[in-house]
């Protein structure tokens, strides 16, 4: 029985953990903001437009290390804080301004 055999389960639990906790920061970041159209407030309602996607992507591939998270913030910094609803519209061309 090889290695990978004999811990496919631990191992599967560890990058699922990992995995878990850059999910976790990515919402960290999202938890004192606002939508910038709307004000919507819930972080299961918020993203990152228009690279949402990709944010998310790139952050669950990436480690938790500051090194390896400076591209991320880069590349958030770049973006708007928009609700799900909101993104829909931008993204249908409706066009929304922000609130004061």
Same mark, same amino acid.
């Given at each position: 029985?090889?290695?990978?055999?004999?811990?496919?389960?631990?191992?599967?639990?560890?990058?699922?953990?990992?995995?878990?906790?850059?999910?976790?920061?990515?919402?960290?970041?999202?938890?004192?903001?606002?939508?910038?159209?709307?004000?919507?407030?819930?972080?299961?309602?918020?993203?990152?437009?228009?690279? !949402? %996607?990709?944010?998310?992507?790139?952050?669950? @591939? +990436?480690?938790?290390?500051?090194?390896?998270?400076? $591209? *991320? /913030?880069?590349?958030?910094?770049? !973006? %708007?804080?928009?609700?799900?609803?909101?993104? @829909? +519209?931008?993204?249908?061309?409706?066009?929304?301004? $922000? *609130? /004061?």
């Amino acid at each position: 029985m090889n290695h990978y055999k004999k811990y496919k389960k631990t191992i599967k639990e560890g990058v699922r953990k990992a995995r878990r906790k850059r999910d976790i920061w990515i919402n960290e970041l999202l938890a004192d903001e606002s939508c910038i159209y709307c004000g919507e407030t819930e972080t299961c309602t918020l993203a990152f437009y228009p690279d !949402n %996607k990709e944010i998310r992507i790139v952050s669950r @591939s +990436k480690g938790l290390r500051e090194k390896l998270r400076l $591209p *991320i /913030l880069e590349r958030i910094q770049k !973006n %708007k804080i928009v609700c799900l609803n909101c993104e @829909s +519209k931008l993204k249908n061309d409706i066009q929304l301004s $922000p *609130i /004061l």
